[in-house]
Structure formats: structure tokens, C-alpha cells
């Protein structure tokens, strides 16, 4: 029986991108942490610049720790944004674009933030 919460295995020759947006903490950062672990690029994105400062640091040390994980801090990336400002949110999704466009990916969006 397979753990139905553990986060899809690394496949570095075809990197994915998520974006997180809550995860400063709680299942945010939970969910943000596994998937750094497994090889993903990561966007961090909360409200709170040094609470997600903060957990992209602990999520990176977390990742570093496992075998394999190439390249830990370049895969993850923090950015403040309130899901609730348009302007915000396409801030983020230019910076997010910015950060991880030149890499063949498959992104999904998960919203944890509320």
C-alpha cells in the first residue's frame, strides 16, 4: 500500500513547477516542502515576506537532505502576493515566469492561502 500523501518522485530531466500560494505555513508549507523534496521548482508565495523567507529556508534545508536533490536553492522561489489584488496575483505569476520559463515544465497551481 502506497502513502497516498507522499509527493510525486523526482524526475530531474523533466522538471515541474508549482506554485503555492499559503505557504509561509501550515499545509502550505507542508505541501510546498514535499514537493522541493522531490525535485519540483517551487513557488513560495504568502503575504508575509519573512514568514515565507523563512520556510523557503527551512523547506530548503529539509530538501538539501535528501538524496538526489540537485540544485535545492535554485529550484525554489519566494514571492509576497495577496491572492485577493489582480495585480498582485499577475505580479506573481510574471515573476514565477520569470524565475522557471526557460525550463521544460508542467505546472500546477495549488491554493492554500484563507
Known amino acids: 500500500m502506497s502513502d497516498s500523501t507522499a509527493a510525486p518522485a523526482a524526475d530531474h530531466s523533466n522538471p515541474r513547477v508549482a506554485l503555492i500560494t499559503g505557504a509561509a505555513r501550515g499545509i502550505g508549507l507542508a505541501s510546498a516542502s514535499a514537493l522541493l523534496a522531490a525535485g519540483w521548482c517551487v513557488v513560495f508565495s504568502g503575504r508575509d515576506g519573512t514568514a515565507l523567507k523563512a520556510a523557503v529556508q527551512q523547506a530548503t534545508a529539509h530538501a538539501a537532505a535528501h538524496p538526489g ?39 500546477p497551481y495549488r491554493h492554500d492561502a484563507g
Do not use: Y
Open 69 to 107: 536533490s540537485l540544485d535545492v536553492a535554485q529550484r525554489a522561489l519566494a514571492v509576497v502576493a495577496d491572492v485577493t489584488n489582480e495585480a498582485s496575483v499577475a505580479a506573481l505569476f510574471a515573476s514565477s515566469c520569470v524565475k522557471f520559463l526557460t525550463r521544460k515544465v508542467r505546472t
